[in-house]
C-alpha cells in the first residue's frame, strides 16, 4: 500500500514537472518568436499574436473541449491520466507568459524551445500521462479507425496546425522553423523515453554460484538466474549468474560482488528494454 501510494505520488509530480517544463518552451521561447510546431502550443501562438487571446486560456479550453470528448469516447481511465497534467500546462503557459521572452530569435527559439517542449512531453509519458491537446485528438480518431498509427494521426494534425500558421502569419520562414521544431521536440521525446528503457545485463563467472546468488536475493529487489558452466581453456566447472540491472543499480551490485568473491568476472551488456519483475516500459 505504501508503495503504491508513493508510485502514485512520483507519477502525480513527474507529471507536474512535465507540464512545467513543457509550458517553459510554449512561453518563453514559441509564442514570443511565432513559432509554430503544431498541438495546442501552436493554436496558442496563432490565437495570441492573431486576435490577443491568452495563451493560457486557449491551451483550457481546447484541453476542456477536448478531455469532454474524450470522457464521452476514451472514458473515464484515460481522462483521470490526461486532466493534472492538461491542467497543469494551461496553468502554466498562462503564467510564464508574464515573464520576459528568453529571446526573440527564431532560430534560438525554435532550438531551445522545442528541447524543452519535447523533454517536458516526454517526462510526462514516462509518468503514465499526458499534457492533452492533439495526443487527445489522435487517440479519439484511432477509437474509430485502429489501423493508422497514433504517430501518424500526430503528423497529420500537426501538420494542419502549421499550414494555418503559414496563413495567417504569411512567412514562409516561420511555418520552416515550425517544422524544425517539431522534428525536434519529437526527437528529444523519443530519445528521453528510449533511454529510460535502456538497463545493464550482468553476466557473473564465478565459482561460488550457489552462495553468491543467495546473497544477492537476499539484500536486492532483483532476481538471479543462475546457469552451470565450464571453462573451456581451465576445464573446470564454474557457474554464471544472470542479473537484470538499473544502471544506477550497478556499482553497489559490484562491490557486493567483488567483496564476497575477488576472483569473480563480470560482464556488463546493455539491453534496450527489459519487461517484467520490477522493470517498467516506458512507451
Do not use: W
Not at 507519477?11 to 495546442?40: D, N, R
Not at 573451456?232 to 540491472?245: F, H, K, N, S
Amino acid at each position: 500500500m505504501k508503495k503504491l501510494k508513493m508510485f502514485k505520488l512520483k507519477s502525480l509530480f513527474l507529471t507536474v514537472l512535465g507540464s512545467f517544463i513543457t509550458a517553459m518552451g510554449v512561453s518563453l521561447f514559441y509564442i514570443p518568436a511565432k513559432i509554430v510546431s503544431g498541438g495546442v502550443s501552436g493554436l496558442a501562438t496563432v490565437g495570441f499574436h492573431a486576435i490577443g487571446v491568452a495563451p493560457g486560456l486557449t491551451y483550457g479550453l481546447l484541453n476542456g473541449v477536448l478531455l469532454l470528448l474524450a470522457l464521452i469516447i476514451l472514458g473515464r481511465g484515460f481522462v483521470f491520466k490526461t486532466i493534472v497534467g492538461a491542467a497543469g500546462i494551461s496553468l502554466f503557459v498562462q503564467l510564464l507568459s508574464y515573464f520576459p521572452p528568453l529571446t526573440f530569435d527564431p532560430i534560438l527559439a525554435t532550438v531551445f524551445g522545442s528541447v524543452l517542449y519535447g523533454v517536458g512531453i516526454g517526462i510526462a509519458f514516462l509518468a503514465g500521462a499526458s499534457t492533452g491537446g492533439t495526443d487527445i485528438v489522435a487517440r479519439i480518431i484511432q477509437r474509430f479507425n485502429p489501423s493508422i498509427a497514433v504517430g501518424r494521426l500526430l503528423m497529420i494534425v500537426d501538420g494542419v496546425i502549421i499550414v494555418i500558421s503559414l496563413v495567417t502569419f504569411r512567412q514562409i520562414d516561420l511555418a520552416l522553423y515550425g517544422i524544425l521544431a517539431l522534428a525536434i521536440s519529437t526527437f528529444a521525446v523519443d530519445y528521453l523515453i528510449s533511454k529510460m528503457n535502456i538497463s545493464k545485463l550482468a553476466f557473473v563467472i564465478t565459482s561460488k554460484g550457489e552462495e553468491l546468488s543467495s546473497m544477492l536475493v537476499s539484500t536486492s529487489p532483483r532476481g538471479v538466474t543462475l546457469i552451470n558452466a565450464t571453462g573451456a581453456y581451465t576445464g573446470e566447472d564454474r557457474q554464471v549468474l544472470i542479473c537484470a540491472l538499473k544502471n544506477s543499480e550497478i556499482p553497489e551490485f559490484q562491490r557486493k560482488i567483488e567483496n564476497f568473491d575477488p576472483s569473480v568476472f563480470i560482464i556488463y551488456s546493455e539491453s534496450q528494454q527489459i519487461v517484467g519483475n520490477g522493470f517498467f516500459v516506458y512507451r
